[in-house]
């Protein structure tokens, strides 16, 4: 089936409500909305308490944007952690920006406004929602690798 009103297709509708639906149930995920709209949704975007999210203290708060792309010839993704009083931020990028690092790269942006890329692991046959769970389910510990 193809594209409805050109924005996406049903597979991509019923992706973002998952993860909608997903981040609506975890604690620390406040204001979860789709992003134009929910009727011509590209994308899922959330205000996260990284305190209450994350089950200890931290500073300040922290935004989640998940986006998908199905159609071609392969998913395409971006699952982006962003802290904006810290002006730094990190996020898994399906796509082909960055070739040299492969189908997905792991991105770090810094508050000096320099950017880090490398390799990120990927399941070529992956289903996108197990993608995202992954992705999702690491943010945390990346956290703690993370030296800002």
């Given at each position: 089936m193809g594209p409805i009103l050109g924005v996406w297709s049903p597979s991509e509708r019923n992706l973002l409500e998952r993860v909608h639906d997903r981040l609506v149930r975890t604690a620390g995920c406040e204001r979860v909305r789709y992003?134009?709209?929910?009727?011509?949704?590209?994308?899922?975007?959330?205000?996260?308490?990284?305190?209450?999210?994350?089950?200890?203290?931290s500073d300040g708060s922290a935004r989640l944007r998940v986006?998908?792309?199905?159609?071609?010839?392969?998913?395409?993704?971006?699952i982006q952690w962003w802290e904006p009083e810290l002006e730094?931020?990190?996020?898994?990028?399906?796509?082909?920006?960055?070739p040299e690092y492969g189908p997905?790269?792991?991105?770090?942006?810094?508050?000096?406004?320099?950017?880090?890329?490398?390799?990120?692991?990927?399941?070529?046959?992956?289903?996108?929602?197990?993608t995202f769970e992954r992705r999702f389910g690491a943010i945390e510990s990346r956290l703690d690798d993370l030296d800002w």
């Open positions: 992003v134009p709209s929910r009727i011509d949704a590209n994308e899922v975007v959330c205000a996260v308490d990284p305190t209450v999210f994350l089950g200890r203290s986006e998908f792309d199905l159609t071609g010839d392969r998913p395409h993704y971006w730094h931020g990190f996020g898994w990028h399906c796509d082909e920006t960055e997905v790269h792991f991105q770090v942006e810094y508050p000096d406004g320099s950017t880090e890329r490398e390799s990120a692991p990927t399941v070529e046959d992956e289903q996108p929602y197990r």
